[in-house]
């Protein structure tokens, strides 16, 4: 993926709602970008984002060779919560044809044009229920939700997984953490950034002491699954990383940069010194040979009797 990435399909964070909506009471404008209002979720929902969630999937997908790792056979029904961009789903839609693959998000992404036919987007918020059946899908997948499901809503949201989960049937989950502890040595400007994007997860009642990571098995065993593996993945950021690591510092940086906005208003810097300290980050990672810490976690829904 080129360096450009970002920029060249950068836009306007007046035109990203897929319904053409130019402004709304669901979300607010902070600087050029764009935040949903009545969630707890820190990062925004704009152009921008969408073309680094495309490409952080990308990214992660060659960290994990994989877009999964649950041995989940031919599933029916497949469900991927929080879903982003739906690239993730798209692609498992492309894998099982014969399966209906469905992608749940508060806010779609991209018009559902030119996507797969049996992939379909509804609309859905993890922390008010899913608009399903139980039972009703193989395979349910979450990725990447730490900064949008907070803390004490764990445990319920994992339990809905497993609700909508059939028999037989696997919950897969892949979480990192914010925490200082679990990105080795910090120099001090990936502190200083932590710190600032700790207060502001703590706000929202997010985890931001690595809690989750930490915690998934346990979420599935307590949500009566079995069968359960881990898988933690640790993955360079930094050139010193050859090409994925290269990826991964990109991605992160892009990821601090969506929330640079954010701490400045908040913690009464200008932008530009917010930028200036994530840049230094970047030089830290390499000093550093920082590493981006993962968890992958699933288990089995029991057959019935
Ligand atoms: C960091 S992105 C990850 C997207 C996708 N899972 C991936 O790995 O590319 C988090 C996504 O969760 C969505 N989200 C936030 N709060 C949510 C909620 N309460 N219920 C469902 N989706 C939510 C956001 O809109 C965003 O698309």
């Not at 360096?3 to 897929?18: E, K």
């Not at 960290?63 to 790792?69: D, H, K």
């Not at 608009?131 to 803390?151: G, K, Q, T």
């Not at 050139?239 to 906005?261: H, I, N, P, Q, Y």
Request: charged share 20%; with cysteine; glycine share 12%.
């Amino acid at each position: 993926m080129p360096w450009w990435f970002f920029r060249r399909r950068g836009g306007s964070a007046l035109s990203t709602d897929v319904t053409g909506r130019t402004s709304g009471t669901g979300w607010r404008l902070q600087g050029r970008r764009r935040y949903l209002r009545a969630q707890p979720y820190l990062l925004p929902k704009d152009l921008g984002e969408i073309n680094r969630l495309d490409f952080q999937h990308y990214v992660l997908r060659a960290a994990l060779r994989g877009n999964y790792l649950a041995p989940i056979g031919q599933p029916r029904r497949i469900l991927d919560v929080g879903c982003g961009t739906g690239r993730w789903a798209i692609e498992l839609a492309q894998q099982f044809p014969q399966a209906e693959v469905i992608g749940v998000d508060v806010e779609q992404a991209k018009s559902t044009n030119r996507m797969p036919s049996n992939y379909r987007f509804v609309r859905g918020d993890i922390l008010q229920g899913l608009p399903f059946e139980e039972n009703a899908f193989d395979f349910v997948h979450l990725r990447l939700l730490i900064l949008a499901i907070p803390l004490a809503a764990w445990p319920g949201a994992v339990q809905e997984l497993a609700r909508v989960t059939a028999p037989g049937g696997w919950v897969e989950l892949l979480e990192t953490s914010i925490s200082p502890g679990d990105w080795g040595t910090c120099g001090p400007a990936m502190q200083q950034l932590l710190d600032w994007m700790g207060q502001l997860a703590a706000l929202r009642g997010l985890d931001t002491e690595g809690v989750v990571v930490r915690s998934l098995e346990r979420y599935l065993a307590e949500a009566g699954l079995i069968n359960i593996q881990r898988r933690p993945l640790e993955v360079p950021v930094g050139t010193w990383g050859g090409r994925l690591g290269s990826l991964m510092a990109l991605d992160f940086k892009e990821g601090a940069k969506a929330v640079s906005g954010l701490i400045a208003a908040r913690f009464g810097r200008s932008e530009q010194e917010v930028l200036d300290i994530i840049e230094q980050v970047n030089h830290e990672w390499n000093a550093l040979q920082t590493k981006g810490y993962f968890m992958i976690v699933y288990g089995q829904k029991p057959l019935a009797g």
